[in-house]
């Protein structure tokens, strides 16, 4: 019983003790810096709405950073705006405008450094090089911001959302626009980035490498550069995504290089040079992806090995299947073609003949680019049905024993 009682009057205590420290033309401190510096863990100071200057601000205890009606942090192209060194730190309803440029350091509007339990809520970036950064931080909550700046190439530009060695991160219903990347993870562990909206970015809506057992859910990557990339990670979840316009000589839904024991199901791969681009990976399930209107659906590289192509829709690509090699490690099973012209006497909703979604047409533009201009010719028409009958130059083994009939409802 008495140490109940402590426990609820050091809680009291705590409570009471809390302050609420005002920042305003009108309010009892007149800038940001000088009432982070007065301020105590477990306060919150709250800035109404104006135009702050005040170079770089470093929080370096447990605060509440909150605005009111969108306040200004104006770091003049010049200086990195925040820097956290606390764990425990919210700061919620800023707008971030002008960090500073570098071409040697990452300058951010916000870094996390070295810290735990941040929460980066519903704020605005405009015209960042790096919008979020976060270093060696762990279980931060990175959720509800709109980060939009000016990116006309690689090389001058930062990435919207950057985590780095960091653990269990929560990145969620952000909107990144005209970064680098919209979203990058280097040697990030056990987190996941949800429903998030990532578009017109450089380069990749999704970049990461690195970075196992991580989970991407209902998120959508759409018209960015270069589309998605996801490189030298393992443990690694994509659900119900959506990867949409992204085109380009060297753009794809989705580049999976040297990527293992993974699951990517239900996904919708729309309007892309590549739907999916499969190099070095192995032990992949993809199952249940909706694949439309690509120019080609997925490229398996002779490189992968044990993945599971099952239970997909392909419909109206130009091409569903291709790849570089003779050999082919990989099952193709149960997915639905368009293009497929079996026949079902036993009306199980199964071909009775296997399909082989490679045609001899991709393989040779895969070889010879400009050979394209004969696309949807007669002769080419000929050619791919003489080599569905007798296999000459497509992979043997490449073929779905079971393609089905009629497409999957997901």
Same mark, same amino acid.
């Given at each position: 019983?008495?140490?109940?009682?402590?426990?609820?009057?050091?809680?009291?205590?705590?409570?009471?003790?809390?302050?609420?420290?005002?920042?305003?033309?009108?309010?009892?401190?007149?800038?940001?810096?000088?009432?982070?510096?007065?301020?105590?863990?477990?306060?919150?100071?709250?800035?109404?709405?104006?135009?702050?200057?005040?170079?770089?601000?470093?929080?370096?205890?447990?605060?509440?950073?909150?605005?009111?009606?969108?306040?200004?942090?104006?770091?003049?192209?010049?200086?990195? #705006?925040?820097?956290? !060194?606390?764990?425990?730190? &919210?700061?919620? @309803?800023?707008? %971030?405008?002008? *960090?500073?440029?570098? =071409? /040697?350091?990452?300058?951010?509007?916000?870094?996390?450094?070295?810290?735990?339990?941040?929460?980066?809520?519903?704020?605005?970036?405009?015209?960042?090089?790096?919008?979020?950064?976060?270093?060696?931080?762990?279980?931060?909550?990175?959720?509800?911001?709109?980060?939009?700046?000016?990116?006309?190439?690689?090389?001058?530009?930062?990435?919207?959302?950057?985590?780095?060695?960091?653990?269990?991160?929560?990145?969620?219903?952000?909107?990144?626009?005209?970064?680098?990347?919209?979203?990058?993870?280097?040697?990030?562990?056990?987190?996941? #980035?949800?429903?998030? !909206?990532?578009?017109?970015? &450089?380069?990749? @809506?999704?970049? %990461?490498?690195? *970075?196992?057992?991580? =989970? /991407?859910?209902?998120?959508?990557?759409?018209?960015?550069?270069?589309?998605?990339?996801?490189?030298?990670?393992?443990?690694?979840?994509?659900?119900?995504?959506?990867?949409?316009?992204?085109?380009?000589?060297?753009?794809?839904?989705?580049?999976?290089?040297?990527?293992?024991?993974?699951?990517?199901?239900?996904?919708?791969?729309?309007?892309?040079?590549?739907?999916?681009?499969?190099?070095?990976?192995?032990?992949?399930?993809?199952?249940?992806?909706?694949?439309?209107?690509?120019?080609?659906?997925?490229?398996?590289?002779?490189?992968?090995?044990?993945?599971?192509?099952?239970?997909?829709?392909?419909?109206?690509?130009?091409?569903?299947?291709?790849?570089?090699?003779?050999?082919?490690?990989?099952?193709?099973?149960?997915?639905?073609?368009?293009?497929?012209?079996?026949?079902?006497?036993?009306?199980?909703?199964?071909?009775?003949?296997?399909?082989?979604?490679?045609?001899?047409?991709?393989?040779?533009?895969?070889?010879?680019?400009?050979?394209?201009?004969?696309?949807?010719?007669?002769?080419?028409?000929?050619?791919?049905?003489?080599?569905?009958?007798?296999?000459?130059?497509?992979?043997?083994?490449?073929?779905?024993?079971?393609?089905?009939?009629?497409?999957?409802?997901?």
């Amino acid at each position: 019983m008495k140490l109940l009682t402590g426990i609820l009057f050091f809680c009291l205590l705590s409570s009471v003790s809390a302050r609420t420290l005002r920042v305003g033309l009108t309010q009892q401190f007149r800038t940001v810096k000088q009432a982070v510096q007065q301020a105590a863990d477990g306060d919150t100071v709250m800035v109404f709405a104006g135009v702050y200057k005040e170079g770089q601000i470093t929080i370096n205890k447990k605060l509440v950073l909150l605005g009111i009606n969108f306040p200004v942090l104006d770091g003049e192209r010049k200086h990195e #705006i925040i820097t956290i !060194n606390a764990n425990g730190v &919210v700061v919620e @309803g800023f707008l %971030f405008r002008n *960090s500073g440029r570098s =071409s /040697y350091n990452d300058i951010a509007a916000l870094r996390i450094a070295e810290s735990r339990n941040v929460i980066i809520r519903n704020n605005q970036f405009q015209n960042s090089y790096f919008g979020i950064y976060s270093q060696h931080a762990t279980a931060c909550i990175i959720t509800g911001n709109k980060l939009s700046s000016d990116a006309k190439d690689e090389i001058s530009s930062g990435n919207g959302i950057h985590c780095w060695k960091s653990d269990s991160m929560q990145i969620s219903n952000n909107y990144v626009t005209g970064h680098r990347d919209g979203i990058y993870f280097e040697f990030v562990t056990n987190s996941a #980035i949800k429903q998030n !909206n990532s578009t017109k970015n &450089v380069r990749y @809506g999704l970049h %990461f490498m690195f *970075s196992n057992t991580n =989970s /991407y859910i209902s998120n959508r990557f759409t018209d960015n550069g270069a589309g998605v990339a996801v490189m030298y990670s393992k443990g690694i979840k994509m659900y119900h995504n959506t990867f949409a316009d992204n085109w380009g000589t060297a753009a794809y839904g989705i580049l999976m290089k040297d990527i293992t024991d993974s699951h990517v199901e239900g996904n919708i791969f729309k309007r892309n040079t590549v739907g999916v681009m499969m190099e070095g990976s192995n032990r992949i399930d993809l199952i249940k992806n909706s694949f439309e209107n690509n120019g080609w659906a997925l490229k398996i590289q002779a490189s992968c090995m044990e993945n599971n192509i099952k239970q997909n829709n392909f419909r109206t690509n130009s091409f569903d299947v291709a790849t570089n090699g003779e050999l082919m490690l990989n099952k193709f099973q149960r997915n639905y073609w368009d293009k497929y012209e079996g026949y079902d006497l036993n009306r199980n909703g199964i071909g009775d003949v296997p399909y082989r979604p490679v045609s001899m047409f991709s393989m040779i533009s895969e070889r010879n680019n400009s050979s394209m201009m004969l696309y949807r010719s007669f002769i080419v028409g000929l050619l791919d049905k003489a080599e569905k009958m007798l296999p000459v130059i497509t992979p043997v083994e490449l073929k779905d024993d079971e393609p089905l009939m009629k497409p999957i409802k997901f």
